[in-house]
């Protein structure tokens, strides 16, 4: 499934596409933490962390519409 949602930045009129196959959204919400942590881990640069911040932001929208 792919799914289409707001930018992460509302400067940002673009929208995010991304994969999530066969994972709900919440699984994939939790899959964005873990590579969160492994970024952390790996002193990853700001960009990918900042990339990461911004799916892991656009999972949380999508989470919370699917809540209603």
């Not at 707001?6 to 994972?23: G, H, L, M, N, Q």
């Not at 959204?25 to 700001?46: E, K, W």
């Amino acid at each position: 499934m792919t799914v289409s949602i707001p930018s992460a930045t509302p400067e940002d009129p673009s929208v995010d596409v991304f994969e999530v196959s066969d994972r709900t959204p919440l699984q994939a919400l939790a899959g964005a933490y873990a590579d969160r942590l492994v970024l952390i881990r790996s002193q990853a640069a700001a960009g990918d962390l900042a990339d990461n911040t911004a799916l892991i932001a656009s999972l949380e929208r999508l989470c919370l519409r699917h809540e209603d």
